[in-house]
């Protein structure tokens, strides 16, 4: 066969004729996120690519391959999955069954009122408390939570936004009381309160205090807590409120460089605080968008730090992250099924390069995840790790013309999405105009008309349905009003027991730092070591900062 | 001819989860119902208070938090206290059939759960509303 351009060109011809001639079977042909998906690519597509300085290599600069030059060959990824619920002392006995069963790190699942910073016994609180994750009201539960786990000897990532300088500041109180010091912790709060406004709405404060907040945290980390990671910016909320692919990956970005530009105007150094950056996607339905998707992350990020935001240490520039699997994706009809989606999702985040990952049980849709779902969903990881042989080489897609392309893509289009945000005015002008809001809202709907009418097909939901379900019921997790009872219980005698003085000597501290220029994470501090509650320490800024109400539109 | 089905639509309790209210709020509307979205992190007394004063003739509340046996119910009973036990109570979450099975023996009307559809849940909304409509008629 010719080698010639011509020769080639009339090979891509008759391919082109052949593949006419046999027509398409009626289907989308299209990503999850509605971005038509081509029958073939080809070198042609990926012409304009760079092996060098688009690719790379792994730990080198764009580090498109991977922000480590060994990745799973030195170390796999850390095996964390997301667990709390009822009590500290049920969240506990949790912790220590995943720990037994081989998993790395731990990962805490607040509850709503926790979240939103009211005790377990506040109005608001009833029927919501250890409903979706523990209920910490105070450093006693924190004690609790974590007792007979050294926290020297393991890392935490804690899944708190609003009020997360005031739970972490419970966290180090709880490992100094253990006998750690703040240098020997590990771990992460996820902190990113941008996405709060644009997808989590679990927000307190208005922006300004609210990033105030969290540079607090960024700074304390760089000068205390070094091995910490004060924030995971988070793309996990915005896909599972209903974005595309490539919104997520951008809206994400694009408040990672909002949290550094906000650093940066406090007076930081890039490179004290970039290095302890790091990010938490999803890994959706759709395998090789995702996959692009997490690859485009590394090389967008790393070329904006170095180039816009001058950072000098390498390690400035990558793109670390963690991945869960997407709860959205699961179904409540036939939830078998959910094992084998969550399976190929979780291959795509260690194909992506994931540092974490979380994948999720079987049985999200019903409730909280039982025990046994808890452990095929991390067996699931295991069999990947060790099994799929897929951990022995470093990004094995790399040079497909398919994911490279699409690589191409996902930078370009968010690049566009970078565009639209500048032109705005940035992320807080976007949230307050509720653009973000707006735009996820439209993606999330037009998915959903899509289902409705069988573009996108759902194994169990619109094909495959099964009538008699019956024999897929699974046995479910429920939590008892007894919960809500005993924690209750449990708040007012600590309130009877502590030092009332020590308390409003430590509330009084929170309130003039609020309103002053200082760091604030001493005062909450003191006011974890004093046991004042959390809902008592949120109050006093709820005074100081106001709170925030979002422009309600769909 | 009929006046439009006014339906609120609102998040009650802690939980931030808008997606499926505000899905459900879109495709109400575009059913040709005129639709008052609520919000979130509402008290179940406020939103009574909007379902009275907006004259709703129902109210979908979405709740993906476990806190459905505490909310609902205390729609249901504020709502008779109003005089306006005539609105419909629906919805949806993450709720156990056990549970949704009580909440109906309650007061509450059908609540959907994952995997329902759009469809489904507009043309329950119309046929239970007329029903009552016609009830409060004869």
């Not at chain 1, 391959?65 to 500290?88: D, I, S, V």
């Not at chain 1, 779902?373 to 990881?381: D, F, M, N, S």
Request: hydrophobic fraction near 40%; charge should be negative; charged fraction near 25%.
């Amino acid at each position: 066969m010719s080698t010639t351009d011509a020769g080639r060109s009339t090979s891509l011809d008759r391919w082109k004729e052949s593949y006419e001639k046999a027509g398409e079977r009626d289907a989308a042909f299209e990503t999850v996120s509605s971005v038509p998906v081509s029958p073939l690519v080809t070198p042609a597509d990926v012409a304009g690519t760079d092996a060098d300085t688009d690719i790379g290599l792994p730990g080198q600069f764009p580090y498109t391959r991977g922000p480590y030059p060994t990745m799973y060959r030195t170390r796999l990824w850390t095996m964390r999955q997301f667990a709390g619920f009822g009590t500290a002392t049920d969240t506990n006995q949790r912790y220590k069954f995943l720990l037994e069963k081989g998993q790395d790190g731990l990962s805490v699942a607040f509850d709503l009122p926790t979240l939103m910073g009211y005790d377990s016994d506040h109005p608001r609180s009833m029927g919501e408390v250890g409903r979706c994750g523990v209920a910490i009201s105070s450093l006693k539960d924190m004690e609790t939570l974590f007792d007979g786990i050294k926290l020297s000897d393991v890392t935490t990532s804690m899944t708190i936004n609003s009020p997360a300088a005031i739970v972490w500041a419970m966290y180090l109180v709880t490992a100094q009381k253990q006998g750690c010091s703040l240098d020997q912790l590990g771990g992460t709060t996820q902190n990113d309160i941008l996405k709060e406004y644009i997808a989590q709405k679990e927000y307190i404060f208005p922006p300004e205090p609210s990033m105030r907040l969290v540079v607090d945290t960024m700074e304390f980390a760089a000068n205390h807590v070094p091995r910490w990671h004060a924030i995971s910016v988070s793309g996990y909320h915005i896909r599972e409120a209903g974005s595309t692919a490539v919104q997520e990956l951008a809206f994400t970005l694009a408040d990672g460089f909002a949290y550094v530009e906000a650093a940066l105007e406090r007076g930081m150094d890039i490179d004290s605080f970039a290095p302890r950056l790091s990010f938490f996607f999803n890994s959706h339905i759709d395998f090789f968008e995702e996959i692009a998707k997490f690859r485009a992350a590394r090389r967008i990020y790393a070329r904006r730090m170095r180039d816009k935001y001058g950072a000098k240490n390498p390690r400035s520039m990558h793109c670390r992250f963690h991945t869960q699997t997407a709860g959205c994706s699961l179904t409540a009809q036939q939830p078998l099924n959910n094992i084998v989606r969550t399976g190929w999702q979780a291959l795509a985040g260690v194909l992506g390069g994931t540092q974490s990952l979380h994948t999720n049980s079987m049985d999200e849709t019903l409730a909280l995840p039982t025990e046994q779902a808890v452990k095929v969903a991390l067996r699931t990881q295991q069999l990947i790790a060790h099994e799929s042989g897929v951990a022995n080489t470093i990004d094995p897609l790399a040079g497909s013309y398919f994911v490279e392309d699409l690589t191409n893509k996902m930078e370009a289009g968010a690049n566009e999405i970078f565009d639209r945000i500048d032109e705005m005015g940035g992320v807080i002008a976007g949230i307050d105009k509720a653009w973000f809001q707006r735009e996820i809202g439209k993606a999330a709907y037009k998915y959903q008309r899509e289902l409705e009418a069988g573009r996108q097909i759902i194994v169990g939901v619109n094909k495959y349905v099964e009538t008699d379900e019956a024999d897929h019921e699974l046995e479910i997790l429920k939590i008892g009003s007894e919960v809500e009872a005993g924690q209750n219980a449990a708040v007012a005698k600590l309130r009877a027991e502590r030092s009332a003085a020590k308390v409003e000597a430590a509330l009084e501290r929170i309130r003039t730092d609020a309103n002053a220029s200082v760091n604030m994470m001493p005062a909450f501090m003191e006011g974890a070591e004093a046991y004042c509650t959390l809902g008592e320490m949120v109050d006093v800024l709820r005074e100081a900062f106001g709170t925030y109400r979002e422009t309600a539109v769909f | 001819m009929d006046q439009p089905i006014r339906v609120l639509i609102a998040k009650p309790g802690l939980d931030g989860h808008d997606r499926g209210a505000k899905v459900v709020a879109a495709a109400l509307r575009d059913a040709g119902m005129e639709v008052i979205y609520g919000g979130l992190h509402q008290t179940p007394e406020v939103i009574v208070e909007m379902a009275v004063q907006e004259d709703a003739d129902a109210v979908g509340l979405s709740v993906l938090s476990g806190a459905h046996m505490h909310l609902f119910p205390r729609v249901v009973e504020l709502l008779k206290e109003a005089g306006a036990e005539h609105v419909l109570v629906t919805g949806g979450g993450i709720i156990a059939p056990e549970d949704m099975e009580e909440l109906s023996g309650l007061g509450v009307g059908r609540l959907f759960g994952p995997g329902a559809t759009l469809k489904e849940l507009e043309e329950y909304i119309r046929e239970e509303v007329g029903r009552r409509r016609t009830a409060a008629r004869s």
